[in-house]
């Protein structure tokens, strides 16, 4: 009778792999907590000013910050969360106008997206390089035109999403509709991730079952080479 114990491990490790990503942004969780300071921000300049935003924003994301400490949560994800808010409300002080609080996100949705896609031009596409150094991996998958497409794919769709991000806010930021700014930037927010997010564990899947294609073939190869090593060595007549 043979023993199905040794396919469970490598189940579960798919299944945390596929995970991998997520956590690294902070899980569902973290994508909850990032809408609270801009949801607070638009809310408090409505009925109370900028001055009140800002503060309100601020004080949001450093209870948030706290939370995620004491429920001992990633931190790199609370920390940048924070950060992230402190920038924007700087920069909405600065300009002393509402919407100056989503132009530091609007840039840098142009700028990811200029990485992802720099990084499938050099035929190095982030996707690929960043899960397969989380997971210890390797680059072998570079090598394997199929496996490289797959991970193009899944950076493209990146692409995709940090340009929408830019073109949609962009034009709300330029007619001052700052409503509407913070609901384009939650709106394209999690549904947007979420597309990207899908496309990216099915390139993952299509990339590790071919790397378990090749592996299968290179041990087959071997196998019928060591075959016909035995098979000449007992007819050498020496």
Known sequence: MTNPEPT???????????????????????LIYSSVPVVVFVL????FGLTPAIWSALGSAALITVVRVV??????PAISGFFGVGIAVFIAYQTGDAKGFFLFGIWTALVYGGV???????????????????????????????????????TLTFVAVFAARFVV?????????????????????????????????????????RQKELEAAEESD????????????DTDPA
């Open 71 to 76: 429920r001992k949560e990633p931190l790199q």
């Open 44 to 47: 408090a300049n409505a009925f």
């Open 222 to 233: 071997a196998e019928v080479e060591a075959r016909l090593r035995a098979k000449y060595a």
């Open 169 to 209: 806010q962009k034009w709300l930021y330029d007619e001052d509709l700052t409503g509407w700014l913070a609901f384009a930037k939650l709106a394209m927010g999690y549904p947007l991730f979420a597309v990207a997010l899908a496309v990216t564990v099915w390139a993952v899947r299509k990339a590790t079952a």
């Open 116 to 154: 992802f896609l720099l990084s499938v031009l050099i035929r190095r596409p982030l996707v690929g390089v960043v899960w397969s150094a989380l997971n210890g991996l390797g680059q072998g998958w570079r090598a394997d035109p199929v496996s490289r497409r797959a991970y193009d794919l899944a």
């Open 8 to 30: 469970a491990p490598k189940s579960a490790v798919d299944e945390e792999r596929q995970e991998t990503l997520l956590e690294q942004m902070g899980g569902i969780s973290g």
